[in-house]
């Protein structure tokens, strides 16, 4: 028996493919293309198992697709410029390009290891001067048009290093260096005008249907388009202020406003109060503190009375005028009316300060009172006590009073956004340095064209005191001015990272080009792309950024189209030991280790198989020899056969088979199927993982059956077919065995596998005869059996008194079709199973979640059902639905959350429930039925009871077989993944509602 080297084998066949170029592509209007991505990495070290996870998802889909004929462009690169190198420099003593290139090289060395198909001749790194000097030609085209521009912005100032600090160096307002107290500052900088786009931003996401709403919501939010109104407060003596409100249909219930405390009118408040220097002195704290941490609602909230009034224009109530650190200068207009029986942080600001709660909205069917109010009531209603206003609904009244407003000259119908201009400049050396100079003569004018790139010098100290290293480089800093020759100074500010990642996928098309930034008919060949594979804290800033950056492009007439990513896939995180996977944790797992004790491939297929792709993983070092055990499995398959199948001729396969070959088939042509249809569309990678173990264990059980004699053909498919299949996750050992099953050319091309639908057909199903209610005995009947037949058949399993039909039986295989509408009777079950069996039995009235609850833990459902991966499934919808509210962290853990959704699947039971007749004449069982029971609980982190729970949360779906047996095998699925979406729904919906 040969030994399974995986590292020789490993080794081997990575020289060969790069030997072969083996995946390289160019463009060929011959062949469908397909571009599959993953974020670029940044190179701050060594990649841990986490990054692996994502590499892996992306390889197996260029892997499966070129296997289907598919021209692939699978590229890499590396996000090279940015803050932790420059970190390092001043740290280590070392320059940030050495730290960078070392990096880079280690990284590239890891990757290699694993196996990963990227056409290398393509790789980028964004510190190349090849590659930034085109953000600095985009960078003047955008300044040609208006859209970059300088002003004053505030910066983290240190007065102890003399720097400016970015806000990773200022958390909780001190300097990451030498821990002084951070200051704000006003400097000149340089801004891309990105609101130019933010309607487009938004309106455009019609093309993405194939992104996950919860990143779609995220850019929503975050471009903050909000229809309301300006509403003008007259204030005592001086200027009224103006308030931005989406819900002007409150106003009467405004008791004090709030003012940001930069807001520029603070100052002019608070002058003259009764307690100027106290209040002063409150201030200048409130604005002291760290503004994300204001913006992410992570303070406590605080305030101080200004001392001064306004006056309500609708009520004409005198209401007072506080400054308060939950109000931020960001969006609206730094003022707000504050509502605090119909908006959250209004009502926990106001129970803080002991202010009035006064109730204007009334919700259907309850009577809210402002003194008893556990939570401010944030949705629609008819309103009350708001004067010549009241009795009307939401929605009416925030079209009436707008209207009033307007016509009495105090306010206007408006749309606000909170998205603001994109700040790049960044007062550090590695970056792209901005291409322009200042001329006391010509102003800002920008470098020219023939002078780009403008290089970083590489002799720039690094200190971390006394500002920009780049302004200490008297050599880079003394310029000629472009437009008249005279002296000039070269700014010194350089671009956000981010540009860099905005556009890089197009570069990959065409890396070497020294006449433009891309070739645009790469572009119009390749674009655009496919598959992007990323982790969800990107969902806003680098997709937003990109996206702007391709309608920017478009605008120049450098590309067609308006978005450049069709389908966006966030991978989940890998945790280890409760917490998500990171340096700075120190709980990271080298690949190397692993590589070195298992083998590349063996972590491959670790790393898909515990979880869907889209979902978290907890890392297990002791489950990772299950998958190990899988590898060498499949290879003494092979190991056992490979010299005789090498060397025989290869026959087909015959039409009539033994019992044992013919059942080996039908499992090869399922799991051809099975696996086709998880790498395609679903990316369900670990059910894939889970079919190749289904699939080795009815070999094995098989083998001696069907491996001689008349199954030696079916043998050879089975082991031939498990080794293609297998070849996106765990290609090397594949390629290997491959070539000892007498195989010449190599893997990477070689077609996928083709499923014969006629050999996945079960020749027979097991049913269970069931009699008002109860199943009296089992019978097993021909697929195509007439209900006549099977009628007979059940009464002779000794169940008289046939009457209630036919109940599927334990996972028979049963053939199904996705029906359209379920039979009346079986929806009136439905209904009445979701209005009393399930048994909402909730504690108490009023609203189930409470404020205090921000971060829902919903760990795997338990599964008793057998079902494989039916509670992966039924996980991943709760997370779903719970994300589509937008209100909750969700996380798939138990640690570190305020509540938990806890499950167990207790029972999943298809049911045989119709026969009808084929368009041959010939009688079928066609009609499924499927059940879904789970016991659940909804329980908040620390509590003795739960708040909800229910022990028999039941669904049912049905689906038709029709006259399309061919596709039987797919109709299971589809009705459970309805189950599975229904069931969500329903239970996400029970534990948020009042009963």
């Known amino acids: 028996m040969a030994d399974y080297d995986f590292e020789g084998i490993e080794t081997r066949w990575q020289r060969r493919w790069a030997e072969a170029a083996a995946f390289e592509a160019a463009e060929d209007p011959r062949r469908p293309k397909y571009y599959c991505l993953e974020m670029l990495p940044y190179p701050s070290g060594d990649i841990h198992v986490g990054h692996v996870r994502n590499y892996c998802i992306t390889d197996v889909v260029a892997r499966f697709k070129r296997m289907r004929g598919f021209n692939v462009m699978h590229p890499i690169g590396w996000d090279a410029l940015g803050l932790p190198a420059e970190n390092a420099a001043i740290q280590r003593g070392v320059h940030p390009e050495k730290w960078t290139r070392q990096n880079i090289a280690g990284m590239k060395r890891q990757l290699q290891r694993l196996g990963f198909s990227y056409p290398w001749s393509r790789e980028i790194a964004t510190c190349d001067p090849e590659y930034y000097r085109w953000n600095q030609w985009f960078f003047l085209r955008m300044l040609e048009r208006g859209i970059a521009y300088r002003k004053k912005a505030a910066v983290n100032w240190c007065p102890s290093c003399q720097t400016v600090l970015a806000n990773e160096q200022a958390e909780g307002g001190e300097c990451w260096r030498c821990h002084s107290k951070v200051e704000e500052r006003e400097l000149d900088q340089w801004f891309l005008r990105i609101t130019a786009y933010q309607d487009q931003l938004v309106d455009d996401m019609e093309e993405l249907a194939a992104w996950p709403e919860r990143v779609l919501a995220q850019q929503r939010n975050w471009v903050g388009r909000s229809p309301g109104a300006e509403v003008d407060f007259p204030v005592d003596s001086a200027p009224p202020l103006r308030v931005f409100t989406t819900r002007i249909d409150t106003i009467y219930g405004a008791t004090f406003m709030v003012v940001a405390p930069e807001h520029p009118r603070v100052d002019a408040l608070v002058t003259g109060s009764p307690n100027e220097a106290e209040t002063r002195k409150a201030v200048e704290r409130l604005r002291g503190q760290d503004r994300r941490a204001r913006q992410a609602g992570q303070v406590e909230k605080e305030g101080v009375f200004t001392g001064r009034y306004a006056t309500n224009p609708f009520s004409q109530e005198r209401i007072p005028i506080w400054v308060g650190n939950f109000v931020l200068m960001g969006y609206g207009t730094g003022a707000i009316m504050a509502v605090p029986a119909h908006d ?53 009244a925030i079209q009436k009073m707008t209207a009033h407003a307007q016509a009495k000259g105090f306010g206007r119908p408006t749309v606000t956004y909170r998205l603001k201009d994109w700040l790049i400049s960044r007062q550090r050396y590695w970056g792209t340095p901005i291409p322009v100079v200042y001329c006391e003569k010509d102003g800002v004018v920008g470098v020219a064209e023939k002078d780009l790139p403008v290089l970083l010098p590489p002799d720039a100290p690094f200190t971390g005191e006394g500002g920009n290293p780049l302004e200490k480089v008297p050599a880079f800093v003394n310029a000629r001015c472009p437009r008249c020759g005279g002296p000039a100074r070269r700014e010194t500010d350089t671009m956000d990272t981010f540009v860099d990642s905005s556009w890089y996928f197009y570069r990959y098309l065409s890396p070497h080009d020294a006449e433009r930034p891309f070739d645009p008919a790469a572009v119009r060949y390749w674009f655009p792309i496919e598959l992007y594979v990323g982790g969800i804290e990107h969902a806003i800033l ?63 297929l670790y790393v898909l198989s515990v979880a869907p792709p889209e979902l978290h993983m907890e890392w297990s070092t002791e489950n990772i020899a299950g998958s190990h055990r899988l590898v060498q499995r499949v290879w003494r398959f092979v190991d056992r056969h490979a010299e005789g199948l090498a060397r025989e001729p290869r026959a087909p396969v015959p039409g009539a088979l033994p019992e044992a070959a013919r059942s080996l088939r039908r499992k090869v042509h399922r799991t051809i199927l099975k696996v086709t249809e998880d790498v395609d569309e679903r990316i369900h990678l670990n059910t894939a993982v889970a079919a190749f173990h289904e699939l080795a264990n009815e070999m094995g059980r098989l083998e001696a059956d069907v491996a001689a004699g008349a199954g030696r053909p079916v043998w050879r498919e089975a082991v031939e077919t498990l080794v293609l299949l297998m070849s996106p996750f765990t290609p090397h050992v594949c390629e290997e065995m491959w070539q000892r099953l007498g195989h010449a050319d190599s893997l990477v091309h070689h077609p996928w596998p083709v499923a014969d639908a006629e050999a996945a057909r079960e020749d027979a199903v097991e049913l269970g005869v069931q009699v008002n209610g109860k199943v009296r005995g089992h019978i097993v009947v021909p697929r195509e059996a007439p209900e006549a037949d099977i009628r007979r058949l059940a009464e002779g399993a000794g169940a008289p008194g046939w009457e209630a039909g036919i109940e599927g039986g334990r996972g028979a295989g049963a053939p199904g079709e996705p029906g359209g509408q379920m039979r009346a009777p ?16 909730l504690v108490g009235k009023g609203t189930v979640v409470d404020p205090t609850i921000k971060r829902i833990g919903v760990p795997l459902f338990r599964d008793a059902s057998g079902k494989p991966g039916l509670d992966q499934k039924v996980t991943q919808k709760v997370i779903e639905e719970l994300l589509k509210r937008g209100r909750f962290d969700v996380v798939q853990e138990a640690t570190g959350v305020d509540a938990l959704i806890e499950g167990e699947i207790t029972a999943y039971t298809p049911h045989l429930v119709g026969v009808g007749e084929q368009s041959t004449g010939r009688s079928q069982a066609n009609r499924y039925e499927v059940t879904l029971t789970a016991r659940v609980r909804y329980s908040k982190v620390g509590a003795k009871e739960p708040i909800w729970a229910n022990d028999a949360f039941t669904f049912r779906d049905e689906y038709d077989v029709g006259d399309n047996p061919q596709a039987f095998f797919d109709r299971e699925d589809q009705a459970v993944d309805r189950l599975a979406t229904s069931f969500a729904r329903s239970l996400v919906a029970a534990m948020l509602e009042a009963f």
């Not at 939570?375 to 009416?396: H, I, K, M, N």
């Open 344 to 396: 959250q942080r209004d009502f926990e600001f106001a129970r803080q300060y002991g202010l009035p709660v006064r109730v204007v909205i009334q919700p259907e069917g309850l009577a809210l009172d402002g003194a008893t109010m556990a939570a401010a009531y944030e949705g629609p209603g008819r309103t009350v006590a708001s004067g010549p206003f009241s009795g009307l609904g939401s929605q009416d």
């Open 542 to 604: 680098h997709l937003v950024y990109s996206r702007f950056w391709t309608k920017m492009m478009r605008d120049l007439g450098l590309v067609g189209f308006d978005e450049p990513v069709t389908r966006l896939f966030p991978q989940g995180m890998v945790h280890k030991d409760g917490e998500v996977m990171s340096k700075s944790k120190g709980n990271t797992v080298a690949p190397d280790d692993v590589v070195r004790e298992y083998g590349a491939d063996t972590l491959r």
């Open 826 to 841: 079986t929806i009136a079950l439905l209904m009445a199973l979701l209005s009393s069996a399930c048994g909402y039995a």
